[in-house]
């Protein structure tokens, strides 16, 4: 199994020789759990239905998942590190229990807006920035151009578009968009990436 890994976007990543194959790139809020706003806290973690189960058709593929999330919040004060990392772990047991991991989780807690002296920037890291793509490529020996990036908002697309993946929006909210493949959720998108990641 896949070692897994929680990081702040800015944290050194190991670079090991690249064997281009391909990865996925999920956002968290509203594609793997529900966005609450700011979830921060593991009492606002609500698991979207069939999402578990499409991470663990991707393990067992032997693709890598990562996880790369804006999180604003920490700038904002509404939480910090240590709790997106509580998040983090209650979500990986929320996994576990249906056969499924995340082999890494990277997160932006930068913000210009922010309040937080620390963190009140911007980032190169947060989406639409490629920073965190770019990371867990190293991290995970990822080609960017052969993976698919999973959202459900326009910063994942913009991200998607940045590092020549391929993109899967999730929601009905966007009309589409060339090059962008809509779906109702990350359990409807996952067979159509499979299929088209695999080929």
């Not at 706003?37 to 069939?50: F, L, P, S």
Request: hydrophobic share 45%; aromatic share 8%.
């Amino acid at each position: 199994m896949s070692t897994q890994v929680a990081q702040r976007a800015d944290a050194t990543v190991d670079h090991a020789a690249a064997t281009g194959r391909p990865g996925l790139l999920l956002d968290r809020d509203g594609t793997i759990i529900a966005d609450h706003g700011y979830v921060g806290t593991v009492d606002r973690v609500d698991m979207i239905e069939g999402a578990a189960e499409a991470i663990a058709l991707f393990n067992r593929a032997s693709i890598p998942v990562a996880v790369i999330t804006n999180q604003s919040g920490i700038a904002r004060g509404f939480y910090d590190l240590e709790d997106v990392e509580k998040v983090h772990a209650f979500i990986d047991e929320q996994l576990t229990a249906h056969g499924a991991r995340v082999d890494l989780y990277l997160f932006c807690p930068y913000h210009p807006d922010g309040i937080v002296d620390e963190y009140a920037r911007a980032s190169a890291d947060r989406k639409p920035a490629p920073g965190m793509a770019q990371k867990a490529a190293e991290a995970l020996d990822l080609d960017l151009g052969s993976c698919w990036v999973v959202g459900d908002r326009p910063e994942d697309i913009g991200v998607g578009q940045a590092i020549g993946a391929s993109i899967a929006y999730l929601g009905a909210d966007r009309p589409p968009t060339p090059g962008v493949f809509p779906f109702p959720s990350l359990a409807a998108a996952a067979p159509f990436i499979l299929e088209r990641i695999g080929s």
